[in-house]
């Protein structure tokens, strides 16, 4: 007999008919008459539940089925009886593929989020890690799926380079010296190393991404990026994934229509398409879960120049409010909490921050006439802080290298990029969004380490 999907059997209006389905056992109570089996397939939030009569198996056999065991069961498909859901199956037989002693460490309910990371090669058989990645997977078509529509091509770009696309200097090398012998030697010879240079992990795929905008017109990446910052905060992985698209001619009030219109999108597709899933998380992690998601896709993102948000906080401040770390004015750069007291106290809705201090953001981007500012277009969100980095893009091949040269970089590393502006150069802009920083304002989780299957993070890299 062909398995079915709980999903589907839930769905099921084929009632008294026989069925067969395959699954992780989520609870088991007993009675004297009757057992009951709660049983999930990870097809769905949802369990459907069995109804064994003791007598079918060995009394044995029946007890060993505790929390976590996995199980195949055939019965008939029957209207429930009983309250919360409208179909059960009633046990004919039930195959026992593995038991699960009862030091399972997912067998309690409510175990801590930190607990649970200790064992996150198990935890994604917990409802709400279920929850989570389910939704997670609807983000990711949801992008792939908003971007085809919308006429980008989804472009690969390299993960080991040998340029900082961010001059932040936060990389991960890659080699394959043996580094105990350069010890030894007191050097490291990279001509001897396996690209015969020094190279790292991508911190972003921008820069390529541009060269791919400059010929397709339209691109976006989507994959994983590695920084080495060592930032403990609920908002920070050392390997994060990101959605990166890249448009020629497009401008400065272009590329926050397109920054809106696609976060909006990406929510309205989970209010859509992850019901279930949101549902559970409303209840169990955050209260106001739907509520947020419904006001976000409602009203207009406010745009702010950074020079207004700094006002505001000057005054915010002036006024009472403390910051854990005071503002000191023009030329700061933002923190978490700063961002934050704009979205969620200030305006009460997400906020596109514009034209930001030069020193404050990368190389890249396009220099605004007043010479002290640049065309960045973040988007703050509430509860996340920073969700999208954008820019507009230095096209003026002279004024680019004039910046890369104030920042002591070293433009031989960057001659293909510089190439861009040097042959047909044209106006173009695009930005960056953290996908964990969507998961996490879709799900409602706190901390990001939850919301990818397996965190890197300072001093963790289990599994
Ligand atoms: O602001 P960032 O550093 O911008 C860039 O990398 C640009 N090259 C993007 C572009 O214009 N194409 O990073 C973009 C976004 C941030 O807004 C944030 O959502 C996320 O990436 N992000 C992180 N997410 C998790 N962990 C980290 N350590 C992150 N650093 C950035
Ligand atoms: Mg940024």
Redesign the pocket.
Known sequence: MKRTKVVDALRSTDVNKDILVKGWVRSHRSSKAVDFIALNDGSTIKNIQLVVDPSTMSEEDLKSITTGACIACEGVLVESQGKGQSVEIQSKNITIYGLCPNDYPMQKKGQSFEYMRKYAHLRLRTNTFGAVFRIRHNMAIAIHKYFHDHGFYYFNTPLITASD??G?GQMFQVTTLDLDRCAKEGKVDYDADFFGRKTNLT?????E?ELGATALGAIY?FGP?F?A?N?NTP????E?W?I???IAFMDKDELMDLEEDFIKYCVRWALENCQDDLAFLNKMIDKHLLETLQSVIKEDFVRLPYTEGIKILEEAQKNGHKFEFPVTGWGMDLASEHERYLVEEHFKRPVIMTDYPTEIK?F?MKKNPDGKTMQGT??LFPR?G??????VREEDYGKLTAEMERRGMDEANYKWYLDTRKYGSCPHA?????????ILFVTGMQN?RDVIPFPRTPKNAEF
């Open positions: 696309a961010e932040a911190v972003s795929g921008q820069l991404g990446t990026t920084r910052e930032s908002r920070h992985l050392a994060f990101m990166e698209p890249e990368a890249y973040d988007v996340i920073e969700i999208i980095g954008g820019s695009g930005f960056g969004l953290g996908f964990e920083r969507l990001i």
